[in-house]
């Protein structure tokens, strides 16, 4: 069974450039999850979907950061325009709905670097 | 809104010592509890989990974590680490009651020297 997939695995851009992330959950996972992840630090939820549905984006920054699942299974989460500070790991998860809840499985990440 | 707590960013053992890690969550209900681990280069998996039942669970590759409730803690361990072992354990927390929200803790790095 292919993982969750996440591209791309670094990107290293200037600040105040736009920059996305695409993530594609396990089949069959129905929610999916953005974290941020600092140097040191554990993983933040960004924004959790139920299929194409943002149910909880309230820690998302939405000034500049946006999130879209348009048919409920791949996901994209932008930033624009990028700020120093936003250097950190973007993780995507999944998990099933109607699973026992708990376990969500991740991604590799997305090492964003901002100069 | 909860918050948890890893007492050790860092930890350094000896193949064959035997390890805990501590963790500590802010406020009590009803609560999942996981402890999640990432190898070097890989991405985050789970290693145990408690829902209910007996509060001394068991996970892959020899780990087992304790609930206790009274304390607001669900401590890893293993009695002897191996070198394999080395890696990143973030321990979360699933608060039933705050819309079923995953909290994690900010990880230990453990380094096991062969």
Same mark, same amino acid.
């Given at each position: ?115 | ?53 007996? *509060? ?57 020297? *062969?």
């Amino acid at each position: 069974e292919a993982g969750v997939v996440q591209s791309p695995r670094y990107k290293i851009i200037e600040k105040k450039q736009p920059v996305a992330f695409w993530c594609n959950p396990i089949s069959g996972h129905n929610t999916l999850y953005w974290y941020l992840q600092n140097l040191g630090q554990g993983p933040e939820l960004l924004i959790r979907y139920e299929n194409e549905e943002a149910v909880d984006d309230s820690q998302l920054p939405k000034d500049r950061f946006s999130a879209e699942r348009l048919k409920g299974v791949d996901s994209t989460l932008k930033i624009q325009p990028a700020e120093l500070g936003d250097s950190a790991v973007y993780l995507c998860a999944s998990s099933p709905i109607g699973g026992d809840g708990g376990e969500l499985f991740f991604g590799e990440g997305s090492r964003l670097t901002v100069l | 809104a909860q918050s948890v707590s890893q007492h050790n960013h860092h930890v350094i053992l000896s193949e064959a010592a035997s390890l805990e890690l501590g963790c500590n969550y802010s406020y009590g209900g009803t609560v999942n509890l996981f402890w999640y681990v990432q190898y070097p280069g890989q991405h985050l998996q789970l290693l145990l989990k408690y829902f209910s039942g007996d *509060p001394l669970v068991k996970g892959i590759k020899g780990f087992e974590a304790e609930f206790i409730k009274s304390k607001f803690s669900f401590n890893l361990r293993k009695p002897s680490v191996q070198w394999s072992d080395t890696a990143e354990y973030f321990c979360a927390v699933r608060d039933n009651n705050a819309g079923n929200m995953l909290t994690f803790g900010g990880g230990t790095r453990l380094m096991v020297k *062969p």
